[in-house]
């Protein structure tokens, strides 16, 4: 196994589990953990939990019909326990690939761009939540577009309870990973505390919902809202990270332009989506509740979740403009603040010239009278001889 290199701080190495230790070795750490599991495969007598670990269970299409046959249909999974046994290991995974792209690509850019300490942080904040975001645009749409959601919008509550295909099960448990590792890279990354709680929130409000969507069956319509509010956060990083490598900042207002666009046009649809799907769409369906078949479709389950979407995205469009609101002030204050300053000092120079003595003619004029008088005629012919 390839050892992977830590982030050093110093030449020397520290003392074994020591907390410098741990951090700048953490990923051969995590991935001996993982190995463990792997090589569990190999032998008979561990291979059943090791299979619990790594496998995507829970499986509910290959069931046997009266006759004795297995009908040919995609296979299809359900929710269980097992799923938490999963996120586990793909969640020791998402810390090894994290580890391995920050040595090998975000050091590396962030060392040509002379970074300081605090946009150095910035940025691998940014650029690794990019990468997550892009990676779970790509493999959300590539759902979207097999199971035909967008043409077939009355399915996200027609369907409902539906079963997930391999590729949707496997998403949200790599969803729910992603946010779980989020936690312990504070450590990894020795992040400063004014910065932990912004972190903290954003990992805690993603795992909720993406917990909640996928334990009450609502993982169609779910998967539809992750990709919107992914493509509207990835671009507002993606042109935090422009910012940070363009110094002209042409490259960076263009691409803050779109990427506020994008996000305000990302939340109005997000609204009008879930309004539809938890109001209308879920209002059709008859309302039962069935822990065994999975069926949350009950109002006060369908409308807390209404609500909790619609909170969530209009405090982000609150937060959002006025942020837009503090910058726009902020670029503005320094040109008035110029232009006081100028009208300011004129009226004082020439308040100044008339406490003074008054005008400048008025000091020559008092100069010729006194060289005219007959005492400065006196004294200068004194001088003279």
Known sequence: MVAIKGRKSSNKNPPIMSHEFVIQNHADIVSCVAMIFVVGLMVQVTSPWAYTFIAIHHNVSSLISMDGTVPQQPTKYATGLKDACAVFFYFLITIVMHAVIQEYVFDKISKRLHLSKSKFSKFNESAQLVIFYALSVIWGIDIIVRERFIFNIPALWNEYPASMSFSLKFFYIGQIAYWLHCYPE??????????????????????????????????????????????????????????????????????????NSVFIATRIITILLSTLVFFYG??????????AEGNFNIPPIRYSALAAILVFQFYMLFAFLKYQRKRAAANGAPAISSKVKVIKQKPKKKEASKKSGGSEDETAESDQGTRKSPRFRAATAAKAK
Do not use: C, M, W
Request: hydrophobic share 50%.
């Open 186 to 259: 504070l450590y990894f990354q020795r992040a400063k505390k004014e910065e932990i709680p912004h972190r903290v929130v954003q990992a805690t409000i993603g795992l909720l919902y993406t917990i909640g969507a996928y334990v009450l069956n609502f993982q169609h319509v779910g998967v539809i809202l992750l990709v919107l509010h992914h493509v509207g956060e990835g671009l507002l990083h993606g042109a935090r990270l422009v910012h940070f490598a363009d110094q002209k900042e042409k490259a960076s207002k263009a691409s803050f332009l779109v990427a």
């Open 282 to 291: 879920l209002g059709q369906v008859k309302s039962t509740f069935n822990l």
